[in-house]
């Protein structure tokens, strides 16, 4: 079914260091995508978006890239920080109204 | 601006009843969508209310519905809990119906016993 959330996967960096995050999207049809941030016990944060004419956007500390080709979006954050610790999902919009479907997510760990 | 708002913020049930949900969008937001999140299935859509008229609606049973006020409040109700339905439900707000940024609340953590 849509976003099955299995084993997420870990990323761990040091702090200061850049981060990476990848995600393959499912539909190439799909027009709009977020980036967004959960910490435990919170609700998804938003971060950045792209919509599908674009291949890069940069926001404060972090930059997303679209490749359409391939179907894959990744989130690079620079300078991590011990506040950047959480899990990070990308969303997809498929064009009906504002449905997301989301990725499993990756947790991003930090270490000082 | 007030960001979106859910109540409660905890729920304990048992299995057999049933539940209602609330969700106050960020003001001026007129589209409300619901999402169920669990460890085993992750981040998935249930429904989308704009203009009180359900626009757009996932993969779950019909014991799951909601409805949009006139303000753009909108509630979901959950008929005879299983236990499968523990699960964190967050609401997302947005402007308009189409490919808009969907801004989330806390959630509301429901415990089915």
């Known amino acids: 079914g849509e976003s099955v959330g299995l084993h997420l996967p870990t990323l761990s960096v040091q702090e200061g260091d850049n981060s990476i995050i990848n995600c393959a999207y499912s539909n190439s049809a799909s027009d709009y995508f977020i980036w967004y941030k959960q910490e435990s016990g919170k609700g998804p944060q938003f971060i950045i978006d792209i919509r599908s004419n674009m291949d890069k956007r940069q926001g404060q500390r972090v930059t997303v890239l679209l490749n359409k080709t391939v179907k894959h979006l990744s989130l690079q954050i620079a300078a991590t920080q011990p506040g950047d610790s959480a899990v990070y999902f990308c969303?997809?919009?498929?064009?009906?109204?504002?449905?997301?479907?989301f990725g499993a997510g990756t947790i991003l760990r930090v270490k000082s | 601006k007030a960001g979106v708002t859910q109540t409660p913020r905890y729920l304990i049930k048992t299995r057999g009843q049933q539940v209602t949900l609330s969700c106050s969008p960020i003001s001026g937001h007129r589209s409300v969508s619901w999402y169920q999140q669990t460890p085993g299935q992750g981040l998935q859509f249930l429904f989308e209310y704009f203009s009180e008229t359900q626009r757009n609606k996932g993969n779950f049973p019909g014991r799951f519905s909601g409805r949009q006020f006139s303000n753009s409040r909108s509630e979901m109700n959950v008929s005879t809990l299983e236990l499968g339905d523990s699960a964190l439900y967050l609401c997302?707000?947005?402007?308009?119906?189409?490919?808009?940024?969907?801004?989330f609340g806390p959630g509301t953590r429901l415990l089915v016993l």
């Open positions: 969303a997809e919009n498929m064009g009906y109204g504002n449905k997301l479907v």
């Open positions: 997302a707000s947005s402007l308009a119906l189409a490919s808009e940024t969907q801004y």
